[in-house]
């Protein structure tokens, strides 16, 4: 059988992994990692997991049968998306300077880099690219 082990609360920990007792070398003067979970009970219960796995806990946004939710979903509680329209934005008629365009394009060329070229080959042929060897 198990022996029962007493763990120190909070504020004892607190004092012992505390600045001064990692200055003096005490108990705790290392990292520490503590890792806890709970109990739980599992149930095998093959009914109620083809019901999830066929999607019959879902229901339908707005009525439409084609887009199915999940009742927390938050989507649930927009009903009106005019306001979010393209033709309704309060900017629709704002057009980028000259410098505006230049620097959008830049970042659309950044961000989708990886998109066309493979940057691994790239910083390789650069010679950017470190490579360790790991041996165990």
């Not at 887009?67 to 979010?84: A, K, N, W």
């Not at 060329?109 to 165990?136: M, N, P, V």
Request: hydrophobic share 35%.
């Amino acid at each position: 059988m198990a022996q029962a082990r007493a763990y120190p609360s909070h504020r004892q920990r607190k004092q012992e992994d505390g600045p001064a007792a990692a200055a003096a070398g005490g108990p705790g003067a290392g990292a520490e990692l503590l890792v806890f979970g709970y109990a739980c009970k599992l149930f095998r219960e093959d009914e109620r997991a083809r019901f999830m796995e066929q999607g019959r806990h879902l229901i339908p946004w707005m009525g439409d049968k084609g887009l199915l939710i999940d009742r927390y979903d938050c989507r649930g509680h927009l009903h009106d998306l005019s306001e979010c329209d393209a033709e309704y934005t309060w900017n629709r008629d704002y057009q980028l300077s000259e410098e505006e365009a230049r620097i959008d394009a830049l970042c659309d060329e950044e961000r989708y880099l990886a998109l066309h070229t493979d940057l691994l080959e790239e910083e390789a042929r650069q010679g950017t690219f470190c490579q360790t060897t790991l041996s165990f």
